[in-house]
């Protein structure tokens, strides 16, 4: 009997956690196609408007990652308030959001504004450099509104509310097309701007759906108790700030080491040749859109986890993790087994080129074997920023990635320290090892957590809510 409610009371953590991260994964969804609509759409102009993209998205990215990454210590402190029935002040976070925003936003602005000089000291062909800063300089407009959004969005996951962030993607998504069309192509009027087109549409789009956010949020009848806008702006809290960048600053930096990684890898691998790099960019975005799977359970893992801690129950916070776990390799075993049987195919999704295909075919079963040290690492690491443990997320991501992950693979790619070089496969390798790493200190570190006892644990968190 025990036994039987042992495995329901999994089932239905399972179940709550499919239901958060199921909205979570459509709208990552969304998001990433409107990078594909971009690069399609400009693509159609000329080759250079669609490399501008590219360039451009790869400044991008990482910097804004780094704010977004500031505004993730708000799901975890929110969904805690939440559980513990302290809803009033969950208002107090988000407005204190607004201030990280606007200290996110002018760094941010100021570095991605003068990225032309990083850019003009790249040895591209001017064409390409001029598009690529003017796509950048359009984007800038739309930053404050893209951390704004996020900002709104975390309050709506935090009291675990996802759908609202996959509607207004996806509708995000809609209205980023006719955009795309009227900016890019010049209709109605519009000069045709190419590339720099798809950055006025981006800027446009982040505004609208921060502005439908804003607006749901306040007529959402399930958050009409928090009076978020009753005073919208409110002083700077030092003590309210200093909790929320000690748990943001170290999940923005550990997500900036993993952006930073792979970017460096493909750095690293271009004196070797087109199809070398081909072949790994293949692999690096089937994984990249296999990880939105695990990436959206992570989220909803660190949710429910601070909801259950709120609510006095460390046991139920325990039985979410593992439950997430269990779910989290369940789906990797699917996967993987799809990107081992068919890696020929997916590979010839992306090329024609039966060498490039050849090279990406052995990638592609490292990066089977890749996703599972991944699932356990990301799922884990949602865990522990539910237990607000985020420095550990920090030092395990550093030591895994750039002292063990980097060097292996380095060493195994371009040198003959070891064996003969192995190009990509030798990074593939590497990052199979970091995951690998990385899994098993972050799930020791959650172990350890878990066995403290639960006044203590209970008490230990109340300090950092």
């Known amino acids: 009997?025990?036994?039987?409610?042992?495995?329901?009371?999994?089932?239905?953590?399972?179940?709550?956690?499919?239901?958060?991260?199921?909205?979570?994964?459509?709208?990552?969804?969304?998001?990433?196609?409107?990078?594909?609509?971009?690069?399609?759409?400009?693509?159609?102009?000329?080759?250079?408007?669609?490399?501008?993209?590219?360039?451009?998205?790869?400044?991008?990215?990482?910097?804004?990652?780094?704010?977004?990454?500031?505004?993730?210590?708000?799901?975890?402190t929110i969904s805690y308030l939440n559980g513990s029935g302290k809803r009033e002040r969950i208002a107090h976070q988000v407005r204190q959001g607004l201030w990280i925003v606007l200290l996110a936003t002018i760094p941010?602005?100021?570095?991605?504004?003068?990225?032309?000089?990083?850019?003009?000291?790249?040895?591209?062909?001017?064409?390409?450099?001029?598009?690529?800063?003017?796509?950048?300089?359009?984007?800038?407009?739309?930053?404050?509104?893209?951390?704004?959004?996020?900002?709104?969005?975390?309050?709506?996951?935090?009291?675990?509310?996802?759908?609202?962030?996959?509607?207004?993607?996806?509708?995000?998504?809609?209205?980023?097309?006719?955009?795309?069309?009227?900016?890019?192509?010049?209709?109605?009027?519009?000069?045709?701007f190419g590339a720099v087109g798809c950055g006025i549409a981006t800027a446009i789009v982040n505004w609208a759906m921060c502005i439908i956010m804003i607006v749901y949020t306040k007529r959402a009848k399930n958050q009409r108790d928090l009076n978020v806008f009753e005073q919208i702006i409110e002083k700077p809290n030092l003590t309210t700030l200093t909790k929320l960048l000690r748990l943001g600053f170290p999940i923005a930096v550990a997500l900036w080491c993993e952006v930073a990684l792979f970017a460096l890898t493909?750095?690293?691998?271009?004196?070797?040749?087109?199809?070398?790099?081909?072949?790994?960019?293949?692999?690096?975005?089937?994984?990249?859109?296999?990880?939105?799977?695990?990436?959206?359970?992570?989220?909803?893992?660190?949710?429910?986890?601070?909801?259950?801690?709120?609510?006095?129950?460390?046991?139920?916070?325990?039985?979410?993790?593992?439950?997430?776990?269990?779910?989290?390799?369940?789906?990797?075993i699917i996967t993987a087994f799809i990107t081992v049987f068919f890696r020929e195919n997916i590979a010839?999704?992306?090329?024609?080129?039966?060498?490039?295909?050849?090279?990406?075919?052995?990638?592609?079963?490292?990066?089977?074997?890749?996703?599972?040290?991944?699932?356990?690492?990301?799922?884990?690491?949602?865990?522990?920023?539910?237990?607000?443990?985020?420095?550990?997320?920090l030092y395990i991501t550093i030591f895994c990635y750039w002292v063990i992950g980097m060097p292996v693979g380095y060493n195994l790619a371009l040198t003959d320290r070891i064996v003969p070089h192995l190009g990509a496969m030798g990074f593939w390798i590497g990052f199979v090892v970091a995951l690998t790493c990385a899994a098993i200190c972050l799930s020791y570190r959650m172990f350890k957590i878990q066995q403290r006892p639960d006044d203590k644990l209970l008490a230990q968190l109340d300090k950092l809510k």
């Open 1 to 76: 009997m025990k036994k039987f409610l042992f495995l329901v009371a999994y089932q239905e953590q399972a179940k709550k956690l499919i239901q958060i991260a199921f909205p979570i994964l459509l709208a990552q969804l969304a998001q990433n196609s409107m990078g594909l609509v971009d690069t399609i759409m400009a693509g159609r102009v000329s080759a250079a408007d669609m490399a501008a993209i590219s360039v451009g998205a790869s400044i991008w990215f990482p910097l804004v990652l780094f704010g977004h990454g500031l505004l993730l210590a708000l799901p975890p």
């Open 108 to 192: 941010l602005g100021l570095i991605i504004y003068h990225s032309d000089f990083i850019i003009q000291h790249m040895g591209m062909e001017d064409k390409l450099a001029n598009i690529t800063i003017g796509y950048l300089h359009a984007m800038i407009w739309g930053l404050p509104g893209y951390l704004l959004l996020v900002n709104f969005r975390c309050l709506n996951d935090g009291i675990a509310k996802t759908k609202p962030a996959m509607v207004i993607t996806f509708l995000g998504l809609l209205l980023n097309i006719p955009l795309n069309y009227i900016f890019i192509y010049g209709k109605l009027g519009v000069p045709a």
């Open 266 to 332: 493909s750095l690293f691998l271009s004196p070797l040749g087109t199809d070398m790099v081909a072949s790994h960019q293949i692999t690096l975005n089937t994984s990249s859109f296999i990880f939105m799977l695990p990436m959206s359970l992570s989220m909803a893992t660190t949710i429910l986890v601070g909801q259950r801690l709120g609510e006095g129950s460390p046991d139920k916070a325990k039985k979410v993790s593992y439950a997430a776990l269990a779910v989290g390799l369940n789906i990797t």
């Open 348 to 393: 010839s999704i992306f090329v024609n080129d039966a060498k490039v295909i050849a090279m990406a075919s052995p990638l592609l079963l490292l990066a089977a074997l890749y996703q599972f040290s991944d699932t356990i690492q990301v799922v884990i690491g949602g865990a522990l920023r539910g237990y607000k443990d985020t420095k550990a997320i």
